[in-house]
């Protein structure tokens, strides 16, 4: 391996981190014991230990899927990085069309900044679907709706759940398992991304921050020594 691969570029802070890891840990909490409920039934579940077990914790999921992101909203200096998934250019939409052919044959993909086009739509969809999931999901369980009311929160509940479920299949696959995509999961569980990954799949970013970097340094080797007696 070259010295240039072995050289990381920081990608995330550790608020960052505690943010998404907290997140994805209610998620799945939830995910869970919320497909447990569905195909169970919750007349069946409320007369077991099981069922209130399970019902516990897909409260505490979903408290923990809401709350993570509401306290990075307040004490993050980036708090409206979401509003990343609304900004689309025309390389977004080369990304998706070579996307494919680039994931399963391999391929050069068009520059892209610090989210490329897939992560923009998997946020996108997040951002939609777990509002929608969040907010049905807190009406059935403090009883807000009732009759035809409470039947459509349901079902807008089950179908946000079906449909996050399915991207974040994706989300899993091209972060963990698929072979040439590692770094992306190393970058969320370290901080550090391979700068030869960075340059290759976000080279607007990368660039912008390699830039900054000579910058800061020019400006240091600039600064001139003061000696003290």
Do not use: C
Not at 114 to 132: E, P, T
Not at 157 to 164: G, K, N, P, V, Y
Request: charged letters at 15%; glycine letters at 8%; a positive charge.
């Amino acid at each position: 391996m070259s010295k240039r691969q072995n050289k990381l570029i920081r990608r995330y802070q550790l608020i960052d981190m505690l943010m998404h890891w907290s997140v994805a840990l209610g998620f799945v909490l939830a995910l869970i014991t919320g497909y447990l409920i569905f195909f169970q039934g919750t007349s069946t579940l409320m007369d077991q230990s099981a069922g209130h077990t399970s019902r516990l914790i897909h409260r505490i999921g979903a408290v923990l899927f809401v709350v993570a992101p509401v306290l990075y909203f307040i004490f993050s200096k980036k708090r409206f990085g979401f509003l990343s998934a609304f900004k689309w250019s025309k390389s977004d939409l080369g990304w998706l069309k070579a996307a494919p052919k680039h994931y399963f044959l391999g391929g050069d993909l068009p520059p892209q900044t610090k989210y490329n086009s897939g992560q923009k739509l998997y946020y996108l969809f997040a951002l939609i679907f777990g509002l929608l999931l969040a907010v049905t999901g807190f009406a059935l369980w403090f009883d807000w709706f009732t009759g035809a009311a409470g039947i459509i929160m349901l079902v807008v509940h089950d179908i946000s759940a079906l449909a996050l479920t399915l991207f974040f299949g994706v989300h899993v696959y091209l972060t963990v398992f698929h072979p040439s995509e590692r770094s992306s999961f190393n970058a969320m569980a370290t901080g550090y991304m391979d700068s030869e990954y960075a340059e290759h799949h976000h080279e607007l970013w990368y660039n912008e921050v390699n830039g900054q970097d000579q910058k800061n340094d020019e400006q240091l080797q600039e600064k001139p020594k003061s000696y003290t007696m």
